[in-house]
């Protein structure tokens, strides 16, 4: 009995076959795929943004009391919102193209985890075809 190679396998439950693409508990046919790609979501911001920009409102209140605590809590709130906006970082997503249409079979923040299911993705689908 000869068993199939696996072209990518990894411990989040990927795996691709030339015949069968597994993400977990879902699994689909290589024949129900026609393309494979890589989709993308901005960075989430506004979590951020909104933690700064009610520090920077509540810093003035602070001053005008004399609260030297609440200076200080309200800069360190600023700061971490700052921190935040900065290293929010994008998702990617693979993308496949079905039959029935298109699913984000997974997504990660890491380009390259993408970049190398869907290269094992693609050629699946040449062997398959």
Do not use: W
Request: aromatic letters at 6%.
């Amino acid at each position: 009995m000869t068993t199939e190679p696996t072209l990518y396998s990894d411990k989040r439950g990927v795996r691709i076959t030339p015949t069968r693409a597994a993400f977990g508990q879902t699994a689909y046919a290589m024949a129900d795929i026609t393309s494979a790609r890589r989709g993308e979501d901005p960075p989430r911001r506004a979590p951020g943004i909104t933690l700064a920009i009610l520090s920077f409102i509540v810093l003035p209140a602070c001053i005008g009391f004399g609260s030297t605590e609440g200076v200080v809590i309200s800069i360190m709130v600023l700061l971490a919102g700052i921190i935040i906006t900065v290293t929010a970082k994008p998702t990617y997503h693979v993308r496949i193209t079905r039959t029935s249409g298109e699913v984000n079979a997974a997504s990660s923040e890491d380009k390259r985890y993408v970049d190398n299911i869907i290269t094992a993705l693609n050629e699946a689908l040449t062997r398959h075809n």
